[in-house]
């Protein structure tokens, strides 16, 4: 089993910044790749960002893409979320998942461990 912690969500004004945490632990070095999903009220869960645990490649969805940088530190097992120029429409739960199978996955079914989830409210 592979356990998620997210932190490091908030309220920030339209414009500003917040860098997201997410803490793995338990059989992490079964973890493939890691990824990060949002959800907005009334809305599915959708993909924002994605790594490679080992090699550090990434893919964003167009959303995030020029806006934020998703990272990782493997001796700390941990990825971050980098998120600048934020709009009121990023406003949403954030979640960090993994998957142990090959490949960035870029969508919920290809996740099998999930985060609790870490509110971000942008204000305009």
């Known amino acids: 089993q592979v356990q998620l912690v997210e932190s490091g969500g908030g309220l920030v004004q339209a414009g500003g910044s917040l860098r997201l945490s997410c803490a793995a632990s338990?059989?992490?070095?079964?973890?493939?790749?890691m990824g990060w999903f949002r959800q907005a009220p009334g809305k599915e869960r959708e993909f924002v960002a994605a790594i490679r645990w080992n090699s550090g490649s990434t893919t964003y969805a167009d959303s995030a893409k020029g806006r934020f940088t998703m990272s990782r530190d493997n001796a700390k097992n941990t990825v971050y979320l980098q998120m600048d120029s934020l709009h009121p429409e990023d406003t949403a739960v954030y979640f960090c998942a993994a998957r142990r199978d090959y490949g960035l996955g870029v969508t919920v079914d290809e996740y099998r461990y999930w985060g609790q989830g870490t509110q971000v409210t942008v204000s305009s």
């Open positions: 338990g059989r992490t070095f079964s973890i493939f790749a």
